[in-house]
């Protein structure tokens, strides 16, 4: 079974479109986060939630708004899409406060704003 | 704010070198440092994690050593095969549950 899994796996829309990424992982991380990877390869957060919580909120556009219904999961629906926003996000999960834990990663959404 | 930098940013070695890869952070205050592989269009593979109190850790051909107070971490292949072909990232967990991702080496092993 797949530890972290996210769907679709690539996402092609024009610009002004809404979309959503789906993310769920089972195994039963209390901490699940949003990473963009850009053209160059360099991850860099979005948002991570602890137990449905935000605990992190990096500097994003209103656009992207994540929602946690339950520690499982967490979606990302994307407004307005933009040129800009064609990157490849990705989903993972951790365990907070353990410091021997790893940390899982989706296989990515790779989404093109045309 | 922690920056995490991997050199060299590409390699390119005959098969059945051994290389190493390197990772240096700016913050030694972490919790762990994870090292991932990530092929073409595909996720990231955790391929080892040492813990803040551990030196090293090792998976088969890999070795992964960790100097916390100098801000470096390594990453040992012995054997280079092309199946290793790919980029391989580090990343630094701090508090507040964050991970840092280096900006990663992307490794061509020739046959």
């Known amino acids: 079974d797949t530890a972290v899994s996210q769907t679709p796996k690539y996402l092609v829309t024009q610009m002004g479109n809404d979309k959503s990424i789906k993310c769920e992982q089972n195994l039963g991380h209390d901490t699940m986060y949003w990473y963009k990877q850009d053209s160059k390869k360099f991850l860099k957060i979005m948002f991570s939630?602890?137990?449905?919580?935000?605990?992190i909120n990096e500097t994003v556009p209103n656009r992207f708004s994540p929602k946690s219904p339950d520690k499982a999961h967490l979606n990302l629906h994307i407004n307005s899409l933009e040129l800009g926003d064609s990157a490849v996000y990705f989903c993972?999960?951790?365990?907070?406060?353990?410091?021997?834990?790893?940390?899982?990663f989706g296989q990515g959404t790779r989404l093109t704003v045309v | 704010k922690q920056e995490v930098t991997q050199i060299p940013a590409a390699l390119s070695v005959p098969e059945g070198e051994n290389l190493v890869l390197n990772c240096s952070f700016t913050d030694s205050a972490i919790y762990n440092l994870q090292w991932f592989r990530q092929d073409p269009g595909k996720g990231l593979t955790s391929l080892l994690l040492i813990q803040s109190s551990q030196r090293e850790q090792t998976s088969g051909r890999l070795n992964a050593s960790l100097d916390k107070s100098s801000g470096r971490s390594t990453l040992y292949i012995a054997a280079s095969q092309p199946g290793d072909s790919a980029t391989y990232l580090c990343?630094?967990?701090?508090?507040?549950?964050?991970?840092?991702f280096g900006t990663g080496t992307s490794l061509t092993v020739i046959p």
């Open positions: 990343a630094v967990r701090q508090g507040g549950n964050q991970f840092y």
């Open positions: 939630y602890n137990n449905k919580e935000l605990i």
């Open positions: 993972a999960s951790s365990q907070r406060g353990q410091e021997y834990t790893e940390a899982f």
